[in-house]
């Protein structure tokens, strides 16, 4: 049976996420060991001073900004592996969500853990990113121009690859 394209395409170097002819697939993790992991990730959410004023100040006409996004990060982080076509369905043993406020932006930071073996990575980023998109949704009466940005991994914990920390996250 043929997969993929009709002409094979060299792998990139050193991807896991692609076999020896060039075609997508999904890495083989059965013989790892399940291990506790942790992942960290941030994003932010820029936007103008009326929409920033209306969730911290529980006016928002669609209801409580954060506890919907929050609720969004969640239900987000639980089906990672419907929204990032290679990544392994993770059971999770706990996400936390958590905003900061400041001038003009709302800072959402998501903290993923499992015992798994596979890492927990795209969790915390889809978590992050599903939080920032439903602060849009909630607010795009108010500011259309909000921005979404800087989704980042702040650090990761367990597994073969060991601990990552970003500098200056």
């Known amino acids: 049976m043929k997969r993929g394209s009709k002409r094979a395409r060299p792998a990139p170097a ?12 999904m890495v083989d993790v059965g013989a790892k060991p399940a291990t506790a992991r942790e992942a960290v990730a941030r994003g932010r959410v820029a936007l103008s001073r009326e929409a920033l004023e209306a969730v911290v100040e529980g006016r928002a006409e669609k209801g409580d ?3 919907v996004a929050r609720i969004a990060a969640i239900q987000a982080a639980k089906r990672t592996s419907e929204w990032i076509p290679l990544c392994h ?33 795209m969790e915390a980023l ?6 920032a998109l ?17 989704v980042r991994l702040v650090r990761k914990s367990g597994g073969r690859s060991g601990s990552y920390k970003r500098q200056g996250s």
Do not use: N, Q, W
């Open 65 to 67: 900004v954060l506890g």
């Open 14 to 25: 050193r991807s896991t996420h692609f076999d020896d002819r060039g075609c997508a697939r």
């Open 134 to 150: 439903a602060i849009y949704d909630m607010l795009k009466s108010v500011d259309r121009a909000i921005v979404i940005g800087d």
């Open 89 to 121: 369905p993770l059971p999770l043993d706990a996400l936390e969500i958590d905003f900061e406020t400041s001038a003009h932006s709302i800072e959402i930071e998501a903290r993923a853990r499992t015992t798994a073996k596979t890492g927990v990575e």
């Open 126 to 131: 889809v978590a992050v990113s599903a939080a």
